[in-house]
């Protein structure tokens, strides 16, 4: 009877999977690098909640998915598990980044200068419905005309063809020259990782940080939305804000002692500034930047802003939810979130019967 079940089951599984293979078949299908030229933020958001810098790949799960992203983030988490790790990767400074946009929310004028870089924040929200003619436009103009004096990168982000790199000194060298930013100790311990290692509290910083870099992206602004309208006590002003190209370096195998770059990743970092040993805004000794840091893979500055805001509100002490460090890492890992959430579609028949039997039992003692 099981048996029968069983195969059961494993034939309307197997008609399910060609009926969803049926119902995504597209009349016009879409390649692989059409999706990684035309969503990059969606493929940098992804890859971040992935944790694997691998934008391919990143399109070919959202293909594969059908444009789900919690989907295609399970299929690129998957994947890297079954990656092998050869090298650690030396610590990097975002100084050093090869910048693309750069901004303070702090000083108008700031060494190097504001760099816009391409943005939305400052377009119109108006539908442009010129866009649904796109395909015309762009084979009437050529691909040549439409990106004229631009060469393409991968993840959507262009460099002005010839243009100089630009590299900046950090902002909040203006406030540690005035004497106004709290010097904090360095911390030199390993890093811990979230990905070898169990998460336990609390826990240290780099487990922090990095599993909210990981963390689901809408959960996080929930949580950084909570923390700034008063359910926490954070409302910090973004000393810079910064994306671009990081070089990645490993020790040498061959040479000992030298180190060689491997490639570059695209990166988003904040940071955030808040008042340090104080009660209240209005009265406080220094600024800090002591918490309130947010770095995540590819452009994705709400992400970053709201990871800032998380690390700083995690180290203030009172009763809000975005100051509870296991509520916030342990519910914003979005594979898990989205598994213990759907596995209720699975089957409960057993336990479901035995809530069924409780209830019968009790209403047969109350007739």
């Given at each position: 009877?099981?048996?029968?079940?069983?195969?059961?089951?494993?034939?309307?599984?197997?008609?399910?999977?060609?009926?969803?293979?049926?119902?995504?078949?597209?009349?016009?299908?879409?390649?692989?690098?059409?999706?990684?030229?035309?969503?990059?933020?969606?493929?940098?958001?992804?890859?971040?909640?992935?944790?694997?810098?691998?934008?391919?790949?990143?399109?070919?799960?959202?293909?594969?998915?059908?444009?789900?992203?919690?989907?295609?983030?399970?299929?690129?988490?998957?994947?890297?598990?079954?990656?092998?790790?050869?090298?650690?990767?030396?610590?990097?400074?975002?100084?050093?980044?090869r910048i693309c946009r750069r901004i303070s929310a702090s000083f108008k004028d700031i060494p190097g200068g504001q760099i816009?870089?391409?943005?939305?924040?400052?377009?119109?929200?108006?539908?442009?419905?010129?866009?649904?003619?796109?395909?015309?436009?762009?084979?009437?103009?050529?691909?040549?005309?439409?990106i004229k004096g631009y060469e393409g990168e991968a993840c959507g982000q262009e460099e002005v063809r010839n243009a100089e790199?630009?590299?900046?000194?950090?902002?909040?060298?203006?406030?540690?020259?005035?004497?106004?930013?709290?010097?904090?100790?360095?911390?030199?311990?390993?890093?811990?990782?979230?990905?070898?290692?169990?998460?336990?509290?609390?826990?240290?910083?780099?487990?922090?940080?990095?599993?909210?870099?990981?963390?689901?992206?809408?959960?996080?602004?929930?949580?950084?939305?909570?923390?700034?309208?008063?359910?926490?006590?954070?409302?910090?002003?973004?000393?810079?804000?910064?994306?671009?190209?990081?070089?990645?370096?490993?020790?040498?195998?061959?040479?000992?002692?030298?180190?060689?770059?491997?490639?570059?990743?695209?990166?988003?970092?904040?940071?955030?500034?808040?008042?340090?040993?104080?009660?209240?805004?209005?009265?406080?000794?220094?600024?800090?930047?002591?918490?309130?840091?947010?770095?995540?893979?590819?452009?994705?500055?709400?992400?970053?802003?709201?990871?800032?805001?998380?690390?700083?509100?995690?180290?203030?002490?009172?009763?809000?939810?975005?100051?509870?460090?296991?509520?916030?890492?342990?519910?914003?890992?979005?594979?898990?979130?989205?598994?213990?959430?759907?596995?209720?579609?699975?089957?409960?028949?057993?336990?479901?019967?035995?809530?069924?039997?409780?209830?019968?039992?009790?209403?047969?003692?109350?007739?």
């Amino acid at each position: 009877m099981a048996y029968v079940a069983v195969k059961g089951g494993e034939a309307a599984i197997e008609q399910s999977l060609k009926l969803l293979k049926h119902c995504h078949a597209a009349k016009r299908p879409i390649l692989v690098e059409d999706i990684l030229e035309n969503m990059p933020y969606l493929i940098d958001q992804i890859m971040s909640e992935a944790g694997l810098y691998a934008p391919e790949y990143a399109a070919l799960a959202l293909k594969q998915s059908s444009g789900s992203t919690e989907e295609a983030v399970f299929l690129l988490r998957a994947y890297r598990s079954t990656l092998k790790r050869d090298y650690y990767s030396l610590p990097e400074d975002c100084k050093d980044m090869r910048i693309c946009r750069r901004i303070s929310a702090s000083f108008k004028d700031i060494p190097g200068g504001q760099i816009l870089g391409p943005t939305f924040d400052y377009s119109h929200r108006m539908l442009d419905f010129s866009l649904m003619d796109d395909k015309e436009n762009f084979e009437a103009e050529g691909k040549e005309d439409n990106i004229k004096g631009y060469e393409g990168e991968a993840c959507g982000q262009e460099e002005v063809r010839n243009a100089e790199d630009i590299y900046c000194t950090r902002v909040d060298d203006i406030l540690r020259k005035d004497g106004v930013l709290e010097e904090v100790s360095e911390d030199d311990s390993e890093p811990f990782d979230v990905t070898t290692h169990v998460l336990t509290f609390p826990a240290p910083r780099s487990a922090r940080l990095q599993t909210l870099t990981r963390s689901e992206t809408g959960f996080l602004e929930g949580v950084a939305y909570s923390a700034m309208r008063g359910y926490g006590a954070v409302h910090p002003t973004v000393s810079e804000l910064r994306s671009g190209w990081l070089s990645i370096e490993i020790m040498d195998p061959l040479e000992e002692g030298e180190t060689i770059v491997i490639g570059e990743l695209y990166l988003t970092e904040v940071e955030a500034l808040w008042p340090s040993h104080t009660e209240t805004d209005e009265e406080f000794d220094q600024l800090t930047l002591s918490g309130g840091y947010g770095c995540v893979i590819g452009r994705n500055e709400t992400k970053a802003i709201a990871m800032s805001i998380a690390d700083a509100s995690l180290n203030t002490v009172g009763g809000a939810p975005s100051q509870d460090e296991e509520f916030v890492l342990t519910h914003g890992d979005c594979l898990e979130m989205q598994g213990f959430i759907s596995h209720l579609k699975l089957p409960h028949y057993v336990t479901f019967q035995s809530k069924l039997d409780r209830v019968r039992k009790k209403e047969n003692k109350h007739d």
